[in-house]
């Protein structure tokens, strides 16, 4: 294990303008989709971001693919700033930085053999190696992609329409996996699959890290899912961090009560002992007019005076496990 | 408390009869279902489970979907000899259903209280005042916080888990002795999708209906359900209480699926999957269908397909392969 980590995320916000009106708009407020994000990704490890709706997961996560550009903070890629990249810089973190998206239904192009896929994703991405020019070796490499991820070579002839969801969701990984990345945003790989072909997929995608040594950022809900991916686990809620530490000690010692929340929802597949269930009252606030104080004051079961009053900080609370709670003030 | 069955579905074919060929998405199924229950029908994208629900309502897609043979008998009464009109008295009333998407559900042109209103009045006349009491009332039902300035408000105004309440309140306005929930939490984040859950069973006791609850989350059957019934290629391969599922499961498919889930707590190593893919359901094999992807599978798996076997209290299977008890 490297001790440099691949890609650090610092003091990340995004604040998307609310307007109104066409030509004379005007700015209503701000939604504070991520605010004070920081983080950071080691070589072949994977990150678990995990949240519900809104808390700023998928913003993040379009920041680092370079989709969205932060209203205020850094992200380095091996100690280079990525805001600003133009030309063939921004076509070499482009081949270092790939992402694989939940819907295999919408992310590969109904009209194109899988095969030219994968390679114009190669092409795109081969920044100035005028070799890629040679289709023999682009067919090479397809077929070494297709294998790699589980499927057939002669199945680059086929259309995405010919595939299975599992499938697309592998010819996906291939296009990606192209330009040999570092890293790989996989936002909710698994999510719309089906139970069995979910365990497929997570089997491989573990395989390829063990292989390729590439680093992921996983994006997801589903905390069981992160259990069996993740190295370290980032959980938000409003554009915040709430609790951060490695996955072996979170799911060992939950602390945050927003996160022990999401951990009593998870349903056990199982007969269900449900005494301990906590039930969070109400849903998540509106983004634009987030509370002040602790964001997740209002629906706490732990609340207390001051979290209406004083934002609680990130800290550490054991090694590696940082918590935003003031019920850890003192410790 | 659970009491008499309300409804008994037995040997429901449901096919779509297609330019190129036949469809058998529903082929067999038969269950019961018994006041106060919740039934879990749980099987992978494509196994028709979803089918058998639009069947049970008699909602078939257009398209050459049709129910082919066997009988849904609702307090005893065929209803799939009803006509289209009496089917109409029948649908809010004695079975009603909620779907998973709460979007689609709703109409986004009528405010909730006129899409309420609508279902109020098909069983009771009254002035407007009175209606839209009942209305709030409807939604108090369903703990909507509020519910007097909510009911003049359009679906877009509210969110997901919201919207799946006031589904739910249409839903279950006419009392009906069963309510078919299809998916209806998976499109909800999960600290909502506990609060929608908790809700139906706290509802379930108040009206003692009975549940259908399809799901392919086992999960939420392991929260919600009493018995459990695994589909596969269109039909009920193991059927019995959620403990003897999970604790017990006979069934090679119902096995192998319960063992890809990923988990909260145990070792975290590979994950056991299922390989191949279900057959087609145009092309489907004389034996078991299950026998291509089975680790068990013998000749006469192959041959023929096995009959449904008595595995335990209220427990059964169709394998070969089972000791029947």
């Known amino acids: ?331 | 408390m659970i009491g008499e069955t309300v409804l008994e579905v037995r040997d429901l074919h449901t096919h779509f009869f297609l330019r190129r060929g036949v469809v058998k998405a529903v082929d067999g199924v038969s269950f019961s279902l018994r006041r106060g229950e919740v039934l879990g029908l749980v099987g992978e994208s494509g196994c028709g489970k979803s089918l058998t629900a639009l069947s049970l309502m008699r909602l078939l897609p257009k398209g050459g979907a049709r129910t082919i043979k066997g009988e849904v008998l609702l307090d005893g009464e065929n209803i799939l000899e009803r006509t289209p009109a009496e089917m109409r008295e029948i649908r809010g009333r004695r079975i009603s259903m909620v779907l998973q998407d709460p979007q689609t559900s709703l109409n986004p042109v009528f405010s909730i209280g006129d899409q309420l209103r609508e279902a109020i009045e098909r069983r009771q006349r009254g002035t407007r005042a009175e209606v839209m009491k009942e209305a709030v009332a409807a939604l108090r039902r369903v703990e909507i916080a509020a519910p007097e300035q909510r009911i003049g408000q359009y679906p877009h105004q509210m969110s997901g888990g919201m919207k799946q309440r006031v589904v739910g309140a249409i839903a279950i306005s006419g009392e009906p002795a069963v309510l078919i929930a299809d998916e209806p939490t998976t499109a909800l984040d999960v600290t909502i999708q506990l609060q929608y859950l908790k809700l139906l069973k706290r509802l379930q006791a108040e009206t003692g209906m009975a549940i259908l609850f399809i799901t392919h989350d086992f999960g939420v059957v392991g929260r919600m359900c009493d018995r459990v019934a695994v589909m596969y290629a269109g039909r009920i391969v193991e059927c019995g209480p959620v403990r003897q599922i999970f604790e017990a499961p006979q069934h090679p498919y119902t096995r192998a699926l319960i063992a890809s889930v990923p988990k909260m707590s145990g070792p975290i190593g590979r994950l056991t999957t299922i390989e191949g893919q279900p057959p087609s359901l145009m092309d489907l094999p004389v034996g078991c269908r299950f026998a291509s992807r089975c680790a068990l599978v013998e000749q006469r798996c192959l041959d023929a397909y096995p009959g449904t076997v008595r595995v335990g209290e209220e427990h059964t299977a169709d394998c070969w392969k089972v000791v029947p008890r």
């Open chain 1, 1 to 331: 294990m490297t001790s440099e980590p691949l890609l650090r995320v610092e003091g990340l916000r995004k604040h998307f303008a609310l307007t109104k009106g066409i030509l004379f708009a005007r700015t209503l407020g701000y939604i504070k989709a991520v605010d004070d994000v920081s983080f950071e990704i080691r070589a072949g490890e994977t990150l678990g971001l995990v949240g519900e709706s809104g808390c700023g997961k998928t913003t993040t996560s379009r920041m680092i693919l370079n989709l969205e550009t932060p209203t205020e903070g850094r992200i380095l890629l091996e100690d280079e700033p990525i805001q600003g990249l133009q030309g063939a810089a921004l076509s070499a973190y482009r081949a270092k930085v790939q992402a694989v998206f939940q819907d295999p239904w919408s992310s590969l192009n109904p009209r194109m053999k899988v095969g030219r896929t994968i390679a114009e994703s190669l092409i795109v991405n081969a920044s100035g190696d005028r070799a890629w020019g040679d289709p023999a070796r682009i067919d090479g490499r397809v077929r070494e992609l297709l294998l790699q991820v589980g499927l057939r070579p002669e199945q680059a002839q086929q259309y995405p329409h010919e595939f299975s969801g599992g499938q697309r969701q592998r010819v996906a990984l291939a296009a990606a996996l192209a330009s040999r990345p570092k890293l790989i945003v996989l936002d909710e790989p698994v999510s719309a699959l089906d139970v069995s072909i979910r365990a497929q997929m997570m089997n491989l995608l573990k395989d390829i890290q063990a292989e390729d040594d590439v680093a992921y950022l996983l994006v997801a809900h589903d905390l069981a899912t992160v259990r069996h991916m993740a190295d370290h686990v980032v959980v938000m809620y409003l554009g915040k961090i709430v609790e951060q530490a490695p996955t072996v000690s979170l799911f060992a010692d939950v602390r945050h009560p927003y996160t022990k929340a999401l951990f009593s929802a998870v349903l056990v597949a199982g007969p269900n002992r449900h005494e301990n269930e906590i039930e969070l009252k109400g849903e998540v606030p509106s983004p634009l007019d987030p509370p002040a104080g602790c964001r997740f004051h209002t629906r706490c079961p732990y609340v207390m005076p001051r979290c209406s009053l004083q934002e609680p900080a990130l800290r550490e609370v054991s090694p590696g496990h940082a918590v935003a709670c003031h019920l850890f003030d003192d410790a």
